[in-house]
């Protein structure tokens, strides 16, 4: 069975910082790309940041240069340190992994990430 677990959210002040962890099942994690959505109120899920099983990464527009993703293979672990948070930042975090040699994604059950003063 595969299980995307996150963890790491909370309630920040904008500028501050929190660093998103997601373990995965190891039978998923070395095959897949794994990556990071979020959700707002009343808004679509919109992709954050994806990084490849060689560690290519990518990143919206909205969060490139505060958001760093990065990958621990030895611990089926993906991360998203999130730097110089803003209000609009505030949103459930997905976590999720696409396997590549069949194209199924799975998904995480969501992080709280909430920016306010």
């Known amino acids: 069975q595969v299980q995307l677990v996150e963890s790491g959210g909370g309630l920040v002040r904008p500028g501050g910082s929190l660093r998103l962890s997601c373990a995965a099942s190891g039978s998923i994690f070395r095959v897949s790309t794994m990556g990071w959505y979020r959700q707002a109120p009343g808004k679509q899920r919109e992709l954050v940041a994806t990084?490849?099983?060689?560690?290519?990464?990518n990143y919206d527009d909205s969060v490139k240069g505060r958001f760093t993703i990065s990958r621990d293979n030895a611990k089926n672990t993906v991360y998203l340190q999130t730097n110089t948070l803003k209000p609009e930042d505030t949103a459930v975090y997905y976590c999720?992994?696409?396997?590549?040699?069949?194209?199924?994604?799975?998904w995480g059950q969501g992080t709280q990430v909430t920016v306010s003063s």
């Open positions: 999720y992994a696409r396997n590549v040699l069949n194209g199924i994604d799975y």
């Open positions: 990084i490849t099983r060689g560690g290519t990464s």
